[in-house]
């Protein structure tokens, strides 16, 4: 994981790699530091816990310097303290690193051997060693550089600068993202075109295996046989404003609030209103040819793809297998016959979903992509990009992301149905209308923010919290549970309503919650059912349902949560307001960091 910055410049460059990192703290958040190089030495700051403890130190203790490197860092070698955090100086080297050297163990254990002693515990350090090394015989930086690459396995990102040869730094990246910048006199290396949208637009995306001279006036790219090599250079797009959280406390509950708005937009470019018809992008393959859907993403966006299987199997009467991304390529999954591959992704830069789109294209399948930074590595080598507008989210637990990819989803179960003969334009046009409505009927959803914040005191007292669901709210129950984990630390499991008795009723007396999603319809009876089983044995439950539903089964709960009615193939969307709300709230009450909750980092970039 980690966010790096370069800067190779005229004017001074501390503040603006910090400005940088900032933009680059969904990456992590648990240390960070900066390198200048200015009158022949290093001068380096490093600080524990989140960025402004770095902007701090800076303050009492500047740095001056026109060329420096930066890093923001999620642990994965060695706890998250200073001497573990980046950049690493060997000698006449330094160096940021995203991402895990597999094989640093053997380099390490040569190093010592050589009387080479380390100071941290990470990874990164082997690759300052090798470096500094390198330079002891090597003609350059370039030629130690080269020679070092093809020793490291894993994945990376690197950012490495020398003491006396202090107008470049080099860049590489295999597995790991990495973005040239280009300025006005000056040239820049960023983990993403997002950290470099101040400083310039005119980005290269540097691709597998390349490694990069970045200096004031030139940059030179190779490829990894050391083949000098040109990549386009395109306008990124990536706002440069730093975005702010407006009236919210918390960025997590603008995100919240931003929904209707964001999937009304996202829902514009997917609806021909007149036609009352769902559009898709031009595409270069026929959808009616496809024979089997296999959707792969990881966390929050895996829920999507969950009850994408219920649309997609339910409308197009496709098959439809899903995948956390983390287990789909290791298991070598059959990929024959015409297959649809959609990955789901936020950030697009998810480590294990990129692998696993790599893997698929790797097996001939067609790609479709519904993700949300249009500049990542998925949008760019998907073969169809299906983009939700969300803008960018900030708050680590994934909301507005979420529910913009169920529009998506929406759209293309609605597409597929429709290509295979499944769907009449009649029942498109309906379906389109109960799509229209979804932004108002998740207004209306927030409007019980108050009554949701009330209860939540009550659910910041639990140890452990049950979500239940069936269909398509059972993966609503998953993320009910997994975004009250994330931000208020509180033990969540979801379940399927039928799974209950087969354990974790086990777990149920007075002082559990149960959250139970139902809306009225053809399983409501079931999952009241379930929901009785459990308050026979004490669970206080809180049902989120509509007027129908509430009118039938509510007063048997403890308290109740009134949704108003909607067509199932919404209900997904709506459902998320409520749940999302409850675990902001209950994160709230206990006092923990809704935004940047411990442990966590929005883009997990390493496997
Ligand atoms: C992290 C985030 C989650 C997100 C997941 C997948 O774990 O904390 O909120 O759902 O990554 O991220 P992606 O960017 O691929 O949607």
Redesign the pocket.
């Known amino acids: 994981m980690c966010g790096i910055i370069g800067i190779v410049g005229k004017d001074a460059v501390a503040q603006r790699l910090v400005d940088g990192l900032r933009r680059l703290e969904y990456r992590g958040y648990d240390s960070a530091g900066i390198c200048t190089v200015t009158n022949g030495q290093f001068g380096r700051r490093r600080a524990e816990g989140k960025l402004n403890n770095l902007a701090a130190k800076l303050a009492a203790e500047p740095l001056e310097g026109i060329v420096g490197i930066a890093h923001t860092r999620w642990a994965t070698h060695g706890a998250p303290t200073e001497d573990n955090a980046h950049p690493h100086i060997v000698g006449d080297v330094t160096i940021v690193h995203n991402g895990i050297i597999e094989n640093f163990k053997p380099l390490r254990d040569e190093l010592i051997a050589q009387g080479r002693t380390f100071l941290s515990e990470t990874d990164t350090e082997v690759v300052a060693h090798l470096v500094d090394r390198e330079m002891q015989t090597a003609a350059s930086p370039q030629e130690a550089v080269a020679a070092v690459l093809p020793r490291l396995h894993g994945a990376f990102a690197l950012a490495i600068m020398f003491r006396e040869h202090p107008d470049l730094i080099i860049g590489a990246r295999l597995g790991a993202p990495l973005t040239v910048g280009y300025g006005d006199g000056e040239n820049y290396l960023g983990s993403d075109a997002l950290a470099l949208a101040p400083l310039t637009q005119r980005i290269a995306y540097l691709e597998e295996g390349d490694w990069v001279v970045v200096g004031r006036d030139k940059v030179d790219i190779y490829d990894r046989t050391n083949t000098p090599v040109t990549r386009p250079i395109v306008v990124s797009g990536a706002s440069g404003a730093l975005i702010d959280k407006g009236n919210h406390r918390h960025f997590m509950q603008k995100e919240i609030y931003e929904q209707p708005v964001v999937v009304a937009d996202t829902l514009q470019s997917y609806i021909r209103p007149l036609e009352m018809q769902v559009a898709m992008p031009q595409m270069d393959f026929d959808l009616s040819e496809v024979e089997r859907v296999v959707i792969v993403?990881?966390?929050?966006?895996?829920y999507v793809g969950m009850i994408g299987k219920y649309w997609i199997e339910q409308m197009a009467r496709l098959p439809v297998d899903v995948d956390v991304a983390s287990e789909f390529r290791y298991r070598d999954p059959v990929l024959t016959g015409k297959v649809l591959g959609v990955v789901?992704?936020?950030?697009?830069?998810?480590a294990d979903?990129l692998a696993a789109l790599r893997h698929m294209k790797a097996n001939g399948v067609t790609t479709a992509g519904i993700i949300?930074v249009p500049t990542s590595s998925m949008a760019r080598e998907v073969d169809l990009l299906l983009p939700t507008h969300a803008g960018p989210e900030i708050g680590?637990?994934?909301t507005k992301?979420?529910t913009c990819q169920l529009a998506v989803m929406a759209a293309l179960s609605v597409n597929l149905a429709r290509a295979k003969g499944k769907m009449t334009a009649e029942q498109e046009r309906e379906i389109v209308g109960h799509l229209k409505e979804a932004p108002a009927a998740m207004n209306a959803a927030l409007s019980h923010d108050d009554e949701i914040q009330k209860m939540a005191h009550t659910i910041a007292e639990a140890r452990d919290v049950l979500y239940l669901g069936r269909g398509p709210d059972y993966p609503m129950a998953l993320e009910g549970a997994l975004k009250l984990k994330?931000i208020s630390y509180i033990h969540a499991e979801g379940y399927a309503s039928g799974e209950m008795k087969h354990g974790p009723i086990a777990l149920i007396d007075d002082k559990v919650p149960l959250i139970v999603l139902a809306p009225a319809g053809p399983l409501f009876d079931k999952t009241v059912s379930n929901m009785q089983e459990a308050m026979a044995r004490g669970a206080q439950v809180v049902l989120i349902s509509d007027a129908e539903g509430l009118a039938l089964a509510g007063s048997d709960a403890k308290a109740t949560i009134e949704m108003p009615a909607v067509h199932p193939l919404i209900a997904p969307l709506v459902y998320a307001v409520p749940i999302q709300l409850l675990a902001y709230h209950v994160a709230c009450a206990k006092g923990t960091d809704v935004d940047q909750p411990r442990n966590?980092?929005?883009?997990?970039t390493v496997e």
Do not use: D, M, Y
């Not at 993403?297 to 895996?302: I, K, L």
């Open positions: 993403a990881c966390g929050t966006a895996s789901v992704s936020q950030s697009g830069e998810t979903t949300n680590v637990a994934s992301a979420f994330e966590l980092a929005k883009s997990v």
